[in-house]
């Protein structure tokens, strides 16, 4: 077996732009995968033709909300193009400059302050399905959270209103006159009632004391009813167990694992099919080497050289992305599990192909799918689909070195063991699927 | 002389594709012998199986079928590209487990008169020299029979004439020699014995001369033609 293995190592060796691509290509299209998964997307260019006049402010109580700061705020999250009218937006959409259009009408203020009419913004889009799901969505978004900001603001206003009816002092308004606090009327009342003779002003003032100090009372509750009706719902995470992966760490994992996927499973496909494509397989096979033991060095060299490839990444992201290096033990344990995994899925697809063009093609068209699966979240798509996602991801390596990795680096639950288990399994299931494809020699 | 292969009633059979019929021949020592016949009528089989390089349905190939007494030269190259001349016999030499390798590569290339390329990566060889470098494969742990699948195919006729003298320097040592073809002719000139195959069946042992007769030709007639006459009036099974 040692033979084999220096042979293949000479080989490998000599074919330095098959290596190079072996290598680029699995960490290029990782490090995009972990670049995608850990960044959120990109913000659409969107016209925005703000049509209010300069210095224009919607007071609300006390406070003044200037509204070119209210629609800079808006479209914070998007990449804002300004132009100055209506036809100007138009254009820009048309030329593709600009994904969409944001009209902010003139009246728009007038509008809000009225208390009685909505604002309106007039949304101009172009381009497929997927572009304008994009922007309304971005558009949606930004929209709900400039309108609990504004809604933050009146809700400021109003808490600052009440304030001064309880406590006493002025509105803010300008003109208003400086008002007593109605915590200030009962015991002003009391002292009242005492110097009054018994009769029907003595009741009426009782009445008036109870009634001003059962107000005092409940508008000090106010407040907090109009911080929960500006913000009715607010999220409380909770998670069931294990430990909280960041996605930045989390996408660090998933880009390791696509690029072991890929090294071990190219490079053991391609190992046994470029035997029998050089036609050397019966050779071999006639008594020179076992079945077992050809499979065994091949896909050994694979998990190895996708050991190296994987644990080299690793270090190299650990560079920019906070990693926990007391954990390479573990580490190297779901890599090692998972490399060997993935080797024996790529000599299964070596021994079935005919050559090497086939099994490599073979390969691609298995990994890629399968990494694409095991990332989606459930919940994401209906039951039944994501139930037989989970199957193909369940029996197939790249999910469990996935749920390895991160358990390994990230304290992630499942726990590691399960999953170091489960790998061991596939890579015996495997083998012993590459031994069956090898039955045939030519 | 004495049988350094025999072949004992071995018929295979591929589900219901009936590859060779209850083949029964002995390969003495330093003895040529050509395996001739139609597509398909088993030859190759019949070698891989000489081989052990597939297992026979039934009957028996040497003694008990051992591998290692038959060199094997497939028909097809059966060698690395990106190796040179000198590790490709390298490698087979220590998969063969030869006790001294280096020595047995330095005399394989010697004998097929590849010395001076022995550092060309296979790939830059011509067809012939290639070829070659797999018959050398095929001896490089000396065995007593070597068994060369159509060995001569795609090769130009000075190529073929430098694979013979190589081979017949083998056989003139005392390996016995069994190789297949389609070319008859190259039986009758290089083989002491020839082997006619048809549909898996064997249907002649015997010397060129012994073919010619028993198909009515004379002595110095036209070979193919006899072959062809075996073939169409020949008993099978």
């Known amino acids: 077996m040692r033979w084999l293995l220096g042979k293949d190592l000479l080989i490998l060796g000599r074919s330095r732009l098959l290596v190079?691509?072996?290598?680029?290509?699995?960490?290029?299209?990782?490090?995009?995968?972990?670049?995608?998964?850990?960044?959120?997307?990109?913000?659409?260019?969107?016209?925005?033709?703000?049509q209010t006049p300069p210095g224009q402010v919607v007071e609300v109580g006390s406070r003044r909300?200037?509204?070119?700061?209210?629609?800079?705020?808006?479209?914070?999250?998007?990449?804002?193009?300004?132009?100055?009218?209506?036809?100007?937006?138009v254009a820009k959409v048309k030329s593709a400059e600009a994904l969409a259009a944001v009209i902010v009408p003139p009246d728009i203020a007038t509008r809000v302050a009225s208390g009685i009419n909505q604002g309106q913004l007039e949304l101009i889009y172009n381009g497929d399905a997927l572009q304008q799901s994009l922007v309304q969505s971005q558009l949606r978004s930004a929209l709900a959270q400039a309108n609990l900001g504004f809604s933050e603001q009146i809700q400021q206003a109003a808490a600052q209103a009440l304030d001064a009816l309880l406590r006493g002092g002025s509105l803010g308004v300008a003109g208003a006159p400086?008002?007593?606090?109605?915590?200030?009327?009962?015991?002003?009342?009391?002292?009242?009632?005492?110097?009054?003779?018994?009769?029907?002003?003595?009741?009426?003032?009782?009445?008036?004391?109870?009634f001003?100090?059962?107000?005092?009372?409940?508008?000090?509750?106010?407040?907090?009813?109009?911080?929960?009706?500006?913000?009715?719902?607010?999220?409380?995470?909770?998670?069931?167990?294990?430990?909280?992966?960041?996605?930045?760490?989390?996408?660090?994992?998933?880009?390791?694992?696509?690029?072991?996927?890929?090294?071990?499973?190219?490079?053991?496909?391609?190992?046994?099919?470029?035997?029998?494509?050089?036609?050397?397989?019966?050779?071999?096979l006639r008594g020179l080497v076992s079945r077992e033991a050809l499979l065994a060095q091949k896909?050994?060299?694979?998990?190895?050289?996708?050991?190296?490839?994987?644990?080299?990444?690793?270090?190299?992201?650990?560079?920019?992305?906070?990693?926990?290096?007391?954990?390479?033990?573990?580490?190297?344990?779901?890599?090692?599990?998972?490399?060997?995994a993935f080797g024996a899925l790529g000599v299964a697809i070596g021994a079935l192909a005919r050559d090497v063009r086939a099994a490599s093609l073979l390969a691609f068209l298995l990994s890629l799918p399968l990494a694409f699966l095991a990332l989606v979240p459930s919940g994401a798509v209906a039951r039944g689909v994501y139930d037989t996602m989970a199957v193909i991801s369940f029996v197939f390596p790249f999910k469990a070195c996935l749920q390895a990795l991160d358990a390994a680096v990230n304290g992630a639950s499942p726990a590691i063991a399960g999953s170091l288990a489960h790998l061991a399994v596939l890579a015996l299931a495997f083998g012993g699927l590459a031994r069956l494809g090898l039955q045939r020699s030519d | 002389m004495s049988a350094v292969l025999s072949?004992?009633?071995?018929?295979?059979?591929?589900?219901?594709?009936?590859?060779?019929?209850?083949?029964?021949?002995?390969?003495?020592?330093?003895?040529?012998?050509?395996?001739?016949?139609?597509?398909?009528?088993?030859?190759?089989?019949?070698?891989?199986?000489?081989?052990?390089a597939q297992r026979p349905s039934s009957g028996s190939v040497g003694e008990a079928g051992d591998s290692a007494a038959v060199g094997w030269v497939p028909q097809e190259l059966a060698l690395y590209a990106k190796l040179s001349v000198a590790e490709n016999l390298r490698l087979f030499a220590r998969l063969e487990r030869v006790t001294e390798p280096e020595a047995a590569v330095a005399r394989m290339l010697e004998q097929a008169g590849l010395a001076p390329r022995a550092h060309e990566h296979?790939?830059?060889?011509?067809?012939?020299?290639?070829?070659?470098?797999?018959?050398?494969?095929?001896?490089?742990?000396?065995?007593?029979?070597?068994?060369?699948?159509?060995?001569?195919?795609?090769?130009?006729?000075?190529?073929?004439?430098?694979?013979?003298?190589?081979?017949?320097?083998?056989?003139?040592?005392?390996?016995?020699?069994?190789?297949?073809?389609?070319?008859?002719?190259?039986?009758?000139?290089?083989?002491?014995?020839?082997?006619?195959l048809d549909e898996g069946a064997l249907l002649f042992d015997g010397s060129p001369q012994e073919l010619m007769a028993r198909a009515g030709e004379p002595a110095g007639g036209d070979f193919e033609q006899a072959f062809l006459s075996l073939l169409k009036d020949g008993d099978r099974p």
């Not at chain 1, 009741?203 to 008036?208: C, G, H, K, R, T």
């Not at chain 2, 589900?15 to 088993?42: C, I, M, T």
């Not at chain 2, 003139?172 to 000139?189: D, Q, Y």
Request: hydrophobic share 50%; aromatic share 4%; net charge positive.
């Open chain 1, 178 to 210: 400086r008002l007593i606090g109605l915590r200030q009327v009962p015991p002003l009342l009391r002292r009242i009632l005492a110097r009054e003779p018994p009769g029907t002003d003595r009741q009426a003032l009782e009445q008036v004391e109870r």
């Open chain 1, 212 to 284: 001003a100090a059962f107000a005092a009372q409940n508008l000090d509750l106010s407040k907090k009813v109009l911080a929960s009706v500006g913000q009715p719902i607010r999220i409380k995470s909770v998670l069931l167990h294990g430990r909280r992966t960041p996605l930045d760490t989390f996408a660090v994992v998933a880009a390791v694992s696509l690029s072991l996927l890929l090294v071990c499973v190219l490079l053991g496909a391609g190992g046994v099919a470029l035997e029998r494509e050089e036609h050397v397989l019966a050779r071999l």
């Open chain 2, 122 to 196: 296979l790939e830059r060889l011509s067809g012939g020299n290639r070829q070659r470098v797999n018959v050398a494969a095929g001896l490089i742990a000396d065995p007593p029979v070597l068994a060369l699948d159509e060995p001569s195919t795609a090769l130009d006729p000075g190529q073929r004439e430098r694979l013979w003298r190589f081979i017949s320097a083998r056989a003139a040592s005392g390996t016995g020699v069994i190789f297949s073809t389609h070319a008859v002719e190259e039986a009758r000139r290089h083989a002491a014995r020839v082997l006619v």
């Open chain 1, 299 to 340: 896909s050994l060299l694979a998990a190895a050289c996708g050991l190296v490839v994987a644990f080299a990444l690793l270090a190299f992201v650990s560079i920019f992305v906070a990693l926990d290096w007391s954990r390479a033990g573990l580490w190297l344990a779901a890599l090692g599990l998972g490399s060997v």
């Open chain 2, 7 to 52: 072949v004992r009633a071995v018929s295979k059979h591929f589900g219901e594709l009936q590859a060779l019929r209850a083949v029964s021949f002995d390969v003495h020592a330093g003895e040529v012998v050509a395996v001739v016949g139609p597509n398909g009528a088993g030859k190759t089989t019949l070698l891989s199986i000489i081989a052990g």
């Open chain 1, 20 to 50: 190079a691509l072996l290598v680029a290509y699995p960490v290029v299209i990782a490090l995009l995968m972990g670049f995608a998964i850990s960044r959120g997307p990109s913000r659409p260019r969107v016209a925005i033709a703000d």
């Open chain 1, 65 to 89: 909300v200037d509204v070119h700061a209210y629609v800079r705020r808006l479209f914070s999250q998007v990449k804002a193009i300004n132009v100055a009218t209506r036809k100007q937006a």
